[in-house]
C-alpha cells in the first residue's frame, strides 16, 4: 500500500462522500492494483489521450468509478475540484465511466463487458493498427459470474493476445454476499489456465508482488494473462473492510475513515509516456465501386451484402468485418476471402463479436459485424451500452421474419425492428432489393451511432435502378396509386407490389411505398401518403409491435392528417414451412395485403 | 455403432433428405450417444409424457433435431410417417424442437440454451419437486463458444447438481470451419473441470465407452458430469463424414447413404420407465394476503414487489423466486428470508437466471426472476425463446428510467417496454404505485406467457385505493378532465397529476390515465379519451420508440376518432444527476407535462 494507493483510496472515499452516492469500498479493493500500474507500468499520456500509441484502461467493474477518477486526478488529467463533482448533475464525472471525457474508451457500468471490449482493442493494436500498445482491464470477481467474461477468455486465448492484461480484483463480496468461488484464486487461475491464458495468483495489496506480476504479463509471448489478486473490500477502513453490507454506498463517517487513512494527499503521477510516436497500420486498398444490379434480377440482400461490404472495404481501407461462424450464411465471407487481414471470425459468441467491434471503434476502424438477425438478441445488452458508448457501429442480421421458412421460429427474428429502434441513436434499415442493399451499407460506412440493416434468405426483385438515389432516411414508392398507401419493406415489398397490381385489376389504386429506412422513417413521404391516399396499411415481417406499423404511427402522430392505419404482421407464432406458406399463414402476403387495402380503400374513399 | 445407433442415422438422413433441408451430418456425430443412452440409461415413459418422474432430454444443439425425431420413433412415440413430415408446414416436427410435442420440454435452436435450462430444470429435480430424474442434455461443441455455457457450467457445480449430465459431442466442425478447440478433448475436460464438474474423455462412437461414461454420471454423486465425446460430423457416410461444407443442408444422394449406413431398420426400444410413481414434492404454506398500503403513502415499488411477491408465496408453494445478485435493491430478498428453499440466488448471470426460471416452469413451478430492468437485456435472446418454449414466466426489473439518478445510462433501462412488448404472448406492466404493484404480481403469478413488471428505485404516492380492481388491461383515471388526455405510467404519474392540478387553476381540465397496463393496453380507455378529451399527451421514461407513446398511437391506429398524439419521452442520452433534474432534462416533468397539454388543449379546443 503506497502513498499513491493511499490517496486513490482518499479520493474514492471523498468524491464518493461528496456525491453521497457511490462504489468507495469496491474502489479501495483495487486501489493498490492500479496505482503500481499507474507508476510502473503503463504507458499513457494523459495529456495526449488521442495518441494512437497509448497503453487503455478499461474499467470493467465500472462501478469502481471513484478510483478510475482519483487515477485521473493522480494523473493531473483533471482537477480535485472536477473530480469533487462526481456524480452531479451537469458534470463528466457520471456514476459509471462514459467516454464523454477523452480517457474514457467505452462505458462500463453492466458488468461482463468491458473485457471482451478490451479483446476488441487488442484485436486492434495487434491485427490491426499493429502498434505496441498495451489494453489493462480491470475486472471484479462478482461479473466473473457472466458467461460474456469467458466469451472474451476464450477469444483472446484464440488470437494469441498478448497485449491484453485481465486484473481480477478479488475481493469476494459481491452486492448482497460472497461470490460463489470466493477467495478462493485457485480456481481463478486454473479457470483461466484451462482458458489458456498465462495466470498469476498475487495478494492485491502487495506492491512488489503487483509490480512483479505486471512485469510478467509484459514479458509474456504469444498468451494473454490475467492478475488474480486476492484484495479486501474497503481495504484500509476498518469500519468496511471485508465486511458485507458495504457495497455501493458512501462511508458512514468519511472523515475518519481519510483520517484513518493518512489524510488528504495531493500526489501526482508522472505516468509513462508511450515510445515512438509510431503511426498506426493502414491498409493500402485497391479502390472500387459499389456493386450494382440490373432490374428484374433475382438477388438475395444478404447475397448484396457480402458483395458491398467486400466493396467497400476495397474502397476503404478501415472498414473491417465480423461474423458469428455463419459467414456462409451471411455472406461476409466474400469480404473475408478478399480482405483477409480485416476479417474477424468471432464464432458462436455473439456478445463477444459486437464487444470486439465496439473495441475496435474506439481506434477508429469501422467493423461491420453480421450474423443471423435472431442472434443479436443475445447481444443486445452490449447493443445498448455501445450507444452509451458513443459507438459507431454496423451491425447486419440475414435470414430475419417467417420468409426464411423451415428452419422454424428460433431462427426467425422477428423483434429486430424494435429492438434496434430502441436504441439511442440507431437507424434501423430493411433493403428490399440488392441496389438497395448496397447504397444503404456505403451510407453506413460513413455514419456515426449504431446501424442496422436486416438482410433477407429468399431472393427478391430488383426494383431499384442501380442509378436512383437511396439514403438513410428515404423510401421509393414502388407502385404508384392514390386509394390507398401500403407501406411495406423488405420481403413484402414484392407481395405489397402483387397486391397493388391486383387490386388495379378492380380499380383500386394503391401507393406501395418501399420503407427501406425504418429508423429515420421518410417523414414526409408518409405524411404526403396520408394526404393524398386517405388510408394506409402497414406490412412486415416482424412482430406487431416496435416495428414498420409503429414507426408509421409516430410519424402521423401529431400530423394534420391521421387516415386510419392498418397494421398487418406477424401475430401468431410461426413454425415451419416454406417461406409461402409462412408468409400466407401470417396474412401478411399479397392476397392479405389486398384484402386489407380493398377494405380500407373502400371505407376511405367516397365511392 | 449399434443397430439403433444405425437406424438413428438413416432415419436422420431419410427426414433431411424428405424435407430437402435440415442438419443429417450434425446428428450423425451424435447418433450412438444418444442409442446407447436410450438402451442402457434413460429412465423416461414416452407414453406418459407427463409422468414426473421422467428422465429429461434436452438437445441443446437443437439443429440436430433430425436425431431427436429419429429418437422418438425409435422409442415408439411417433410414426415413420409422420417422421418424415419433418420442417413441413403443419408438422409438429419443425426444424428445431418446440415443445408443442409433449416430449419436448423446451425450444432450442439458438446455441448456448439448453444447457442454462438444463440447469433450472436439474435445480427444480433436486431441491423443489425432489425426486431423483435426470437430465440429459446433448450439447455441440460449436455452442461451447457461448457464455452462457460456462454460466451454466459454474451454476451447475455451486448447487451440486449430480442429477445433470452435459453431453459435449464434439465433432470438431462448425458451420464453416473447425471450432477453436478442434478435437482437443483434453481443453474441454480441463475446462470442465476448472468449473467443479466431473469430465469423462470418451470416443463418442464407442458403445462400450459410452455406456460406461454414462454409468460413471450416474455413481457420480455431489457434481455434475460432462462426457467430452471425440465424434465425426457425419459419421458412417464417406461422402460427409468429417468434411467441411457439409453443415445444415441434406446428403446429396440420400439412397446411397442408408445402402453405407446397412439400409432402413424399424427397431423399437423398449426405453425404461422411471422407478417409483412418487409423487414430487410440495411445499407447505401458511397462507395470507397481499399486502396493502394507505392512500398518500410514499413507497417505492420494487418494496412493494418484496413484499406482494413474498404474500404471493405464502400463499401458493409452487411460487418460487430468482435473482441476479441484486436481491436487496429489488427487494426479492424479502421473499428469500421467508421461503428460503424456494428462492435462488443466481448471482450476477442473467442467462442463466432465466434460463433457470424457464427450465423450473417446465416442471410446474412458477419463477418469479428480478434484477435491474436494464440487465433483462443481457438476456433477450433467452427471453425471445422462452416465448418459443411457450413459458411461463414472471420477470421484474427494478431501477428503471432516468428516474433512478446518480448511477447514470448504463443502469437506467429505457427500451425495456419496447424489448418486452415485441416478445410474443407476453404481457408489460408498470405501476405507479405499491398497491397497483401487489395486485398485478397476484395476477402474474397465474398468468400464462411471459409477464414483465417494471418497479421504480425512488418512492411513488399511493393513489390507487386498496380495494381498487387492478388488472392486466386496466388502467386508472388518476385525475378527472376532458380539454386533454394525459397518458403517463410509473414515475411520471405523480408528474401528470401535478401538471394537471396546474392546468386545473389555468382553466384547463385535463384527464390523466395512468396505463399501468403498457400490454395489452386499455384500448377502451384511450379511445374513449380519444372522443372525449380531443387531444392527447403520452408520457413515459424510456426512449420515444416502443414503448407507451407508441402502445397508445397503435389503440387509435384504426380508431373512428384520432386526435393528435404528443409523445414525451427520453430523447437525449441522460447522464447522471438528481431524479427531479433527470425528468426535468428529459422533459418529462410536470413542467414538460404541463406545457404540451397546454398546446395541444389549446389547438384542439375551440376557446
Redesign the interface.
Same mark, same amino acid.
Given at each position: 500500500m503506497s502513498e499513491l494507493g493511499q490517496q486513490l483510496r482518499v479520493d474514492s472515499v471523498r468524491s464518493s462522500a461528496a456525491?453521497n452516492?457511490?462504489h468507495p469500498t469496491s474502489s479501495m479493493s483495487a486501489a493498490d492494483l492500479m496505482a503500481v500500474l499507474m507508476e510502473k507500468h503503463l504507458r499513457l499520456d494523459y495529456q495526449n489521450p488521442e495518441d494512437p500509441n497509448n497503453d487503455h484502461v478499461i474499467f470493467s467493474k %465500472?462501478h469502481a468509478s471513484p478510483l478510475y477518477y482519483a487515477m485521473l486526478k493522480a494523473a493531473g488529467a483533471i482537477t480535485d475540484e472536477e473530480l469533487l463533482t462526481f #456524480?452531479?448533475? %451537469?458534470?463528466k464525472l457520471?456514476? @459509471?465511466p462514459?467516454p464523454i471525457i477523452p480517457w474514457v474508451d467505452v /462505458?462500463?457500468?453492466?458488468?461482463?463487458q468491458g473485457l471482451p471490449i478490451a479483446v476488441g482493442e487488442a484485436l486492434a493494436g495487434k491485427k490491426l493498427d499493429r502498434l505496441p500498445y498495451r489494453v489493462w482491464c480491470l475486472c471484479g470477481d462478482?461479473?466473473m459470474?457472466?458467461?460474456?467474461?469467458?466469451?472474451a477468455f476464450? @477469444?483472446a486465448a +484464440?488470437a494469441g493476445l498478448d497485449n491484453l492484461t485481465a486484473i481480477i480484483d478479488v475481493n469476494r463480496l *459481491?452486492?448482497?454476499?460472497e461470490?460463489?468461488v470466493g477467495w478462493d484464486l485457485d480456481?481463478y487461475v $486454473?479457470?483461466a489456465? /484451462?482458458?489458456?491464458w498465462h495466470a498469476i495468483a498475487i495478494d492485491g495489496h502487495d506492491d512488489d508482488a503487483i509490480d512483479a506480476a505486471y512485469a510478467e504479463a509484459r514479458e509474456t509471448a504469444g498468451t494473454p494473462t490475467v492478475i488474480v489478486a486476492r484484495t479486501k473490500k474497503g481495504k484500509g477502513v476498518k469500519a468496511v473492510e471485508d465486511l458485507p453490507g458495504k457495497h455501493g454506498k458512501p462511508l458512514d463517517d468519511a472523515e475518519a475513515a481519510i483520517e484513518e487513512l493518512g489524510g488528504e494527499r495531493d500526489l501526482t503521477v508522472e505516468v509513462a509516456k508511450p515510445e515512438g510516436g509510431r503511426a498506426p497500420h493502414r491498409f493500402d486498398v485497391p479502390g472500387g465501386e459499389l456493386p450494382t444490379w440490373e432490374l428484374g434480377e433475382e438477388v438475395a440482400t444478404r447475397e448484396a451484402y457480402g458483395k458491398s461490404i467486400t466493396a467497400v472495404g476495397a474502397m476503404h481501407g478501415d472498414v473491417v468485418a465480423l461474423d458469428g461462424?455463419?459467414?456462409?450464411?451471411t455472406h461476409s465471407?466474400m469480404f473475408r476471402e478478399a480482405h483477409e487481414e480485416r476479417y474477424f471470425?468471432m464464432?458462436?459468441?455473439e456478445?463477444?463479436m459486437v464487444a470486439a467491434a465496439v473495441g475496435m471503434q474506439v481506434r477508429g476502424w469501422k467493423p461491420f459485424a453480421s450474423t443471423f438477425a435472431? +442472434?443479436f438478441?443475445?447481444a443486445?445488452?452490449f447493443i445498448?451500452?455501445a /450507444?452509451?458508448s458513443r459507438a459507431d457501429l454496423r451491425l447486419s442480421g440475414s435470414h430475419a421474419g417467417v420468409s426464411i421458412?423451415? &428452419?422454424? !421460429?428460433?431462427?426467425m427474428a422477428?423483434?429486430d425492428f424494435? /429492438?434496434f #429502434?430502441?436504441? @439511442? *441513436?440507431s437507424c434501423v434499415l430493411h433493403p428490399s432489393d440488392a441496389n438497395q442493399c448496397a447504397q444503404l451499407i456505403e451510407a453506413m460506412a460513413d455514419r456515426k451511432g449504431i446501424s442496422y440493416l436486416r438482410t433477407l434468405r429468399g431472393k427478391t426483385q430488383v426494383r431499384t435502378p442501380a442509378d436512383e438515389a437511396v439514403t438513410i432516411g428515404g423510401s421509393r414508392i414502388a407502385h404508384e396509386g392514390d386509394d390507398v398507401a401500403i407501406v411495406a419493406c423488405g420481403i413484402v415489398v414484392d407481395q405489397a407490389v402483387a397486391a397493388a397490381e391486383q387490386l388495379e385489376g378492380e380499380g383500386v389504386s394503391a401507393r406501395v411505398i418501399d420503407a427501406y429506412s425504418i $429508423?429515420p422513417l421518410d417523414q414526409e413521404a408518409i405524411r404526403t401518403a396520408a394526404r393524398e391516399c386517405g388510408a394506409i396499411v402497414t406490412v412486415e415481417d416482424h412482430? !406487431?409491435?416496435? %416495428?414498420l *406499423? &409503429?414507426?408509421v404511427? &409516430?410519424a402521423l402522430? &401529431?400530423?394534420e392528417e391521421?387516415p !386510419?392505419?392498418? $397494421?398487418l404482421a406477424v401475430r401468431e407464432?410461426p413454425?415451419? *414451412?416454406?417461406p409461402d406458406?409462412?408468409l400466407h399463414?401470417a396474412a401478411i402476403d399479397a392476397e392479405a395485403i389486398a384484402g386489407a387495402a380493398r377494405q380500407v380503400a373502400k371505407a376511405g374513399s367516397p365511392a
Amino acid at each position: 500500500m503506497s502513498e499513491l494507493g493511499q490517496q486513490l483510496r482518499v479520493d474514492s472515499v471523498r468524491s464518493s462522500a461528496a456525491a453521497n452516492s457511490g462504489h468507495p469500498t469496491s474502489s479501495m479493493s483495487a486501489a493498490d492494483l492500479m496505482a503500481v500500474l499507474m507508476e510502473k507500468h503503463l504507458r499513457l499520456d494523459y495529456q495526449n489521450p488521442e495518441d494512437p500509441n497509448n497503453d487503455h484502461v478499461i474499467f470493467s467493474k %465500472g462501478h469502481a468509478s471513484p478510483l478510475y477518477y482519483a487515477m485521473l486526478k493522480a494523473a493531473g488529467a483533471i482537477t480535485d475540484e472536477e473530480l469533487l463533482t462526481f #456524480r452531479r448533475f %451537469g458534470s463528466k464525472l457520471e456514476g @459509471h465511466p462514459v467516454p464523454i471525457i477523452p480517457w474514457v474508451d467505452v /462505458a462500463t457500468g453492466s458488468l461482463g463487458q468491458g473485457l471482451p471490449i478490451a479483446v476488441g482493442e487488442a484485436l486492434a493494436g495487434k491485427k490491426l493498427d499493429r502498434l505496441p500498445y498495451r489494453v489493462w482491464c480491470l475486472c471484479g470477481d462478482s461479473e466473473m459470474a457472466e458467461g460474456s467474461m469467458w466469451e472474451a477468455f476464450e @477469444h483472446a486465448a +484464440f488470437a494469441g493476445l498478448d497485449n491484453l492484461t485481465a486484473i481480477i480484483d478479488v475481493n469476494r463480496l *459481491g452486492q448482497t454476499r460472497e461470490t460463489m468461488v470466493g477467495w478462493d484464486l485457485d480456481r481463478y487461475v $486454473k479457470r483461466a489456465e /484451462a482458458f489458456g491464458w498465462h495466470a498469476i495468483a498475487i495478494d492485491g495489496h502487495d506492491d512488489d508482488a503487483i509490480d512483479a506480476a505486471y512485469a510478467e504479463a509484459r514479458e509474456t509471448a504469444g498468451t494473454p494473462t490475467v492478475i488474480v489478486a486476492r484484495t479486501k473490500k474497503g481495504k484500509g477502513v476498518k469500519a468496511v473492510e471485508d465486511l458485507p453490507g458495504k457495497h455501493g454506498k458512501p462511508l458512514d463517517d468519511a472523515e475518519a475513515a481519510i483520517e484513518e487513512l493518512g489524510g488528504e494527499r495531493d500526489l501526482t503521477v508522472e505516468v509513462a509516456k508511450p515510445e515512438g510516436g509510431r503511426a498506426p497500420h493502414r491498409f493500402d486498398v485497391p479502390g472500387g465501386e459499389l456493386p450494382t444490379w440490373e432490374l428484374g434480377e433475382e438477388v438475395a440482400t444478404r447475397e448484396a451484402y457480402g458483395k458491398s461490404i467486400t466493396a467497400v472495404g476495397a474502397m476503404h481501407g478501415d472498414v473491417v468485418a465480423l461474423d458469428g461462424e455463419v459467414s456462409n450464411s451471411t455472406h461476409s465471407e466474400m469480404f473475408r476471402e478478399a480482405h483477409e487481414e480485416r476479417y474477424f471470425e468471432m464464432f458462436i459468441a455473439e456478445q463477444q463479436m459486437v464487444a470486439a467491434a465496439v473495441g475496435m471503434q474506439v481506434r477508429g476502424w469501422k467493423p461491420f459485424a453480421s450474423t443471423f438477425a435472431a +442472434f443479436f438478441t443475445r447481444a443486445y445488452d452490449f447493443i445498448r451500452m455501445a /450507444a452509451i458508448s458513443r459507438a459507431d457501429l454496423r451491425l447486419s442480421g440475414s435470414h430475419a421474419g417467417v420468409s426464411i421458412g423451415e &428452419d422454424g !421460429p428460433s431462427q426467425m427474428a422477428l423483434e429486430d425492428f424494435a /429492438a434496434f #429502434r430502441a436504441v @439511442h *441513436g440507431s437507424c434501423v434499415l430493411h433493403p428490399s432489393d440488392a441496389n438497395q442493399c448496397a447504397q444503404l451499407i456505403e451510407a453506413m460506412a460513413d455514419r456515426k451511432g449504431i446501424s442496422y440493416l436486416r438482410t433477407l434468405r429468399g431472393k427478391t426483385q430488383v426494383r431499384t435502378p442501380a442509378d436512383e438515389a437511396v439514403t438513410i432516411g428515404g423510401s421509393r414508392i414502388a407502385h404508384e396509386g392514390d386509394d390507398v398507401a401500403i407501406v411495406a419493406c423488405g420481403i413484402v415489398v414484392d407481395q405489397a407490389v402483387a397486391a397493388a397490381e391486383q387490386l388495379e385489376g378492380e380499380g383500386v389504386s394503391a401507393r406501395v411505398i418501399d420503407a427501406y429506412s425504418i $429508423k429515420p422513417l421518410d417523414q414526409e413521404a408518409i405524411r404526403t401518403a396520408a394526404r393524398e391516399c386517405g388510408a394506409i396499411v402497414t406490412v412486415e415481417d416482424h412482430w !406487431p409491435e416496435g %416495428g414498420l *406499423g &409503429d414507426a408509421v404511427l &409516430d410519424a402521423l402522430a &401529431d400530423a394534420e392528417e391521421r387516415p !386510419p392505419v392498418t $397494421k398487418l404482421a406477424v401475430r401468431e407464432m410461426p413454425t415451419s *414451412g416454406k417461406p409461402d406458406e409462412l408468409l400466407h399463414a401470417a396474412a401478411i402476403d399479397a392476397e392479405a395485403i389486398a384484402g386489407a387495402a380493398r377494405q380500407v380503400a373502400k371505407a376511405g374513399s367516397p365511392a
